[in-house]
């Protein structure tokens, strides 16, 4: 539900600026291409919901390291997009550095670790963001920067609302405990997912999707900082440690690119 609102709520603060701004919905090609956006979006945004629901957010956060290089593989696959040597190295140490996240985990660093629920929830939600980054760039060159960002919170907010009812979600009881919770939070993280999706949609205009993609790596700290301050989350050096090293990683991107 948190998904639906966030998406719809976008779009709406979106529709007085279209006026002002404009919108290509006039494009066969960018119409397909949005469709499968917003679907991809709603359901890896559905799965990220569940993860956090039931992971460390010291440990959920820093797993997103995975999503550059599955968008370093899509991004050759579908964009022709190639990374030089020092991006592949700074991959490369995003890689290493979530080792040490993960093996603060009861499993370990292993294959046993896909058998946590939310672990296997973060590497779906990883998969289906990544695709749908691949498509927002493909969105983006065919339209721009702010077209791509109104139709991710239009078509995520339909494919959401799909996902809610073939889930059979209880909508009046979501609604109901919506209403318990502190609207001004629900008013931030709609101003932080707005800033992120169209910065995002930025920098994706301007780098390689599996660069920008790494480069949020630098994320992995707060969440572990805020997992232990806020959530009481234990490990929390090793975690640290790993997210650093994922840093140096994100920095090397940055400076070579």
């Not at 290509?24 to 119409?31: G, H, Q, R, S, V």
């Not at 780098?207 to 234990?234: D, H, P, R």
Request: proline share 2%.
């Amino acid at each position: 539900m948190i998904s639906f609102l966030t998406y719809f709520l976008l779009f709406l603060v979106c529709i007085p600026l279209i006026f002002s701004n404009g919108y290509a919905i006039n494009n066969k090609e960018f119409l397909i291409y949005s469709t499968f956006m917003g679907i991809c979006g709603a359901i890896g945004n559905s799965f990220l919901v569940k993860s956090l629901k039931k992971g460390d957010l010291s440990v959920i956060g820093p797993i997103n390291s995975y999503k550059s290089i599955i968008g370093l593989v899509l991004g050759i696959i579908f964009l022709k997009e190639y990374p030089n040597l020092l991006g592949v190295a700074g991959m490369a140490l995003i890689f290493f550095g979530s080792y040490f996240v993960l093996d603060t985990t009861e499993e370990k660093f292993t294959f046993k670790l896909l058998k946590n629920k939310e672990i296997q929830y973060r590497f779906l939600s990883l998969l289906f963001c990544s695709i749908e980054a691949i498509i927002i760039k493909k969105v983006i060159l065919i339209s721009s920067v702010w077209d791509a960002f109104v139709s991710w919170c239009f078509f995520g907010a339909i494919f959401s609302a799909v996902l809610l009812i073939l889930g059979k979600v209880d909508i009046q009881t979501e609604v109901n405990t919506l209403k318990t919770r502190n609207s001004t939070n629900i008013a931030k993280l709609v101003v932080c997912m707005g800033i992120m999706q169209y910065t995002t949609n930025y920098v994706f205009a301007h780098m390689n999707v599996g660069y920008a993609l790494s480069l949020f790596q630098l994320s992995s700290v707060l969440s572990i900082i805020f997992g232990y301050k806020i959530f009481k989350e234990t490990n929390i050096i090793p975690r640290l440690t790993g997210s650093i090293i994922m840093v140096a990683g994100a920095v090397i991107i940055i400076l070579f690119n």
